[in-house]
C-alpha cells in the first residue's frame, strides 16, 4: 500500500497500561461508562443461566478474555510514532475519509473514532483487555484497540503477511464502529440477551461479516485512489481466510465446531470482503438478512 507522505490521523492515543493481575481466576472489569459493577454481575448471571457470553452483553467486539487493568491514555507528538504506527494513523485517515464521505451523502456527519495503541493489556469502558485477545473495538468510549504486536502473530503464527493484510485488520475495527453509529451493534446487543449461545454465535457472524464488507469498501476506495500496489488485495483476503473460524479451529484443535463461530468461516469472510471491495456501496453489505 502506497502510504508514506501521506496524511496520518491525529485520532490516536496511547496507553500505557500499569499491568494489571494475570491469572488467579476472573476479575471484575473497571468500566468506565455507567452500569458499573451491577452490569457485570447480571451479565455473568446471565452468562452461567443462559450460556451468553457476558464480552459481548459489555459491548466488546472481537475479544476472547478479559483481565483488570488500569491505564491512562496520552497523545504523542507525530514524530515520535513508530513505523507501524505512523502506517495505522494514516490507514485510520484513509478509513476516515471513507466513511466520512458516505455520511455525509447520507446527509450525516461521520464521528470519528480514535485508536488507541496498547502494549500487553489495556483498560477500555467496556472493561479490560489484553495483547492475547487481539484489536477490539468499544462503542462505550468508541475507541479502536490495538497493540501492534498483533500484527506480529498475524504474520508469523496465522500466516498472513502484508501490509495490506494489518490495514484490513484495521478497517474491519473501523467496521465496528460505523455499525455502531449506525445503531447496528446497539440492536445486536439487545437481541443477544436472551438468546442461546449457539443463536447469539450464529448473530454474532453476521456483525462480523458485515465489519469484513465494510473493510472492503476502504479497500474499495484505496484503489479509487491509486493506493493498492500489486498483491495488496491478495494480503488482505489472504488474512481473511487464515482467520476465518473454520480455519482457526482445524489449526488450533483439530477439529470445527460450526454452532461455535463467531465470525464466520473462511469463505464467508473472503466473500464479504470482496462484496464490499467491489461495489464500494453500503447497502452490497447487508449480511443481516437472508443468506450468507
Ligand atoms: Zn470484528
Same mark, same amino acid.
Given at each position: $500500500?502506497?502510504?508514506?507522505?501521506?496524511?496520518q490521523s491525529n485520532n490516536v492515543?496511547? #496507553? !500505557?497500561?500499569?499491568?494489571?493481575? =494475570?491469572?488467579?481466576? $476472573?476479575?471484575?472489569?473497571?468500566?468506565?461508562?455507567?452500569?458499573?459493577?451491577?452490569?457485570? /454481575?447480571?451479565a455473568l448471571v446471565l452468562w452461567l443461566v443462559f450460556g451468553v457470553n457476558p464480552l459481548q452483553l459489555l459491548g466488546m467486539v472481537d475479544t476472547g478474555d478479559y483481565q483488570t487493568t488500569q491505564s491512562q491514555t496520552t497523545t504523542r507528538p507525530k514524530g515520535a510514532r513508530s513505523e507501524t504506527e505512523?502506517? /495505522?494513523?494514516?490507514?485510520?485517515?484513509d478509513t476516515e475519509d471513507a466513511w466520512g464521505k458516505r455520511f455525509?451523502? @447520507?446527509?450525516? !456527519?461521520? @464521528?470519528?473514532?480514535?485508536?488507541?495503541?496498547?502494549?500487553?493489556? /489495556?483498560?477500555? &469502558?467496556?472493561?479490560? &483487555? #489484553?495483547?492475547?485477545?487481539?484489536?477490539f473495538y468499544c462503542p462505550n468510549d468508541q475507541k479502536v484497540y490495538l497493540d501492534t504486536s498483533f500484527f506480529d502473530q498475524l504474520r508469523q503464527q496465522l500466516n498472513a503477511p502484508g501490509d495490506f493484510a494489518e490495514a484490513y485488520v484495521v478497517a474491519h475495527e473501523v467496521g465496528h464502529h460505523v455499525q455502531n453509529l449506525l445503531g447496528i451493534l446497539p440492536r445486536y446487543h439487545e437481541a443477544i440477551r436472551g438468546m442461546s449461545r449457539a443463536?447469539?454465535? &450464529?448473530?454474532?457472524? =453476521? %456483525?462480523?461479516?458485515?465489519?469484513?464488507?465494510? &473493510?472492503? %469498501?476502504? @479497500?474499495?476506495?484505496? !484503489? #479509487?485512489?491509486?493506493?493498492?500496489? !500489486?498483491?495488496?488485495?491478495?494480503e488482505a483476503t489472504n488474512a481473511a481466510e487464515q482467520i476465518g473460524d473454520d480455519t482457526l479451529q482445524r489449526r488450533g484443535q483439530g477439529t470445527v465446531v460450526p454452532d461455535s463461530f463467531t465470525h464466520g468461516t473462511s469463505a464467508q469472510r473472503q466473500q464479504w470482503f470482496e462484496a464490499g471491495y467491489r461495489s464500494g456501496d453500503v447497502e452490497a453489505c447487508d449480511t443481516l438478512k437472508g443468506a450468507i
Open positions: $500500500m502506497e502510504w508514506r507522505g501521506r496524511r492515543e496511547y #496507553s !500505557s497500561g500499569s499491568g494489571g493481575s =494475570r491469572g488467579g481466576g $476472573m476479575r471484575i472489569p473497571i468500566r468506565a461508562g455507567g452500569g458499573g459493577i451491577g452490569v457485570i /454481575v447480571i505512523q502506517f /495505522v494513523a494514516t490507514v485510520l485517515a455525509q451523502t @447520507a446527509g450525516e !456527519s461521520y @464521528a470519528k473514532p480514535t485508536l488507541v495503541f496498547f502494549d500487553g493489556r /489495556v483498560g477500555s &469502558a467496556c472493561g479490560s &483487555a #489484553s495483547a492475547a485477545m487481539g484489536p443463536d447469539a454465535n &450464529a448473530l454474532s457472524v =453476521r %456483525i462480523e461479516l458485515q465489519a469484513d464488507c465494510f &473493510a472492503g %469498501i476502504f @479497500a474499495h476506495d484505496e !484503489s #479509487s485512489a491509486g493506493y493498492l500496489q !500489486s498483491g495488496d488485495i491478495g
